[in-house]
């Protein structure tokens, strides 16, 4: 997805008024904290707002409810941090689009 928001009426169409014209892949990001060095590059490229940076921890966050499984944050991962796993191999979200 090379789509930002507020640009894209499918982001801001879900984002702003859940509406769900934009269905989350079959992906989601995974952090492998042991690979992160918390230079927080992820979080700047997470349009979906998923990703946040901890200080306490000076590493990120991934919320996966939230993520829609686009790649960018582990594109922009120059560590290779980040994996994209598929969605269902979480129980959590297994249902969860």
Not at 36 to 46: E, F, H, Q
Not at 61 to 88: M, P, S
């Amino acid at each position: 997805c090379n789509c930002e928001y507020p640009s894209c009426l499918g982001i801001r169409s879900r984002m702003d008024y859940g509406i769900k014209s934009l269905f989350k892949s079959h992906w989601v990001a995974k952090l492998k904290p042991e690979k992160c060095k918390g230079c927080a590059s992820c979080v700047t490229r997470c349009q979906f707002g998923a990703i946040t940076f901890s200080p306490t921890i000076e590493k990120p966050v991934i919320n996966h409810w939230k993520c829609f499984g686009c790649g960018l944050c582990e594109t922009g991962c120059k560590n290779g941090a980040i994996d994209i796993v598929e969605r269902e191999k979480i129980p959590a979200l297994k249902n969860e689009w």
